[in-house]
């Protein structure tokens, strides 16, 4: 059974910066395709980014430069750096797992496992 759990959530001021972490149970992370996602109030859940075959990553267009995803195989954990927070990246943020590929998918539907979310809070 795969479990995946966040942690590292938090409220900051803009600006500010956050690291999330997903610790990964039941299977090695580096068999996965794995991806932060994010949900703001009132939206759909988004890919934030994501991490594939050989660590080749893609990132949502509003968060390029600022968030940077990365894996410690030896902790089995996956986690994101997040920079430069504006008031709009406040969501609950939603690690993700599923088929291993080298360009991760998009949609939340490509993914099979998930965690219980953590939320940021970044005020302006």
């Known amino acids: 059974q795969v479990q995946l759990v966040e942690s590292g959530g938090g409220s900051v001021q803009d600006g500010g910066s956050l690291t999330l972490s997903c610790e990964v149970s039941g299977h090695t992370s580096s068999s996965f395709c794995m991806a932060w996602f994010r949900q703001r109030p009132g939206k759909e859940r988004e890919k934030v980014v994501s991490l594939g075959t050989n660590g080749l990553t893609n990132a949502a267009d509003s968060v390029k430069g600022r968030f940077t995803v990365s894996r410690d195989n030896a902790k089995n954990t996956l986690s994101l750096q997040m920079n430069s927070l504006r008031p709009e990246d406040t969501a609950m943020y939603y690690c993700?797992?599923?088929?291993?590929?080298?360009?991760?998918?998009?949609?939340?539907?490509?993914?099979?496992?998930w965690g219980q979310g953590t939320q940021v809070t970044v005020s302006s």
């Open positions: 993700a797992a599923g088929p291993l590929m080298n360009w991760c998918p998009w949609p939340p539907t490509s993914y099979v496992y």
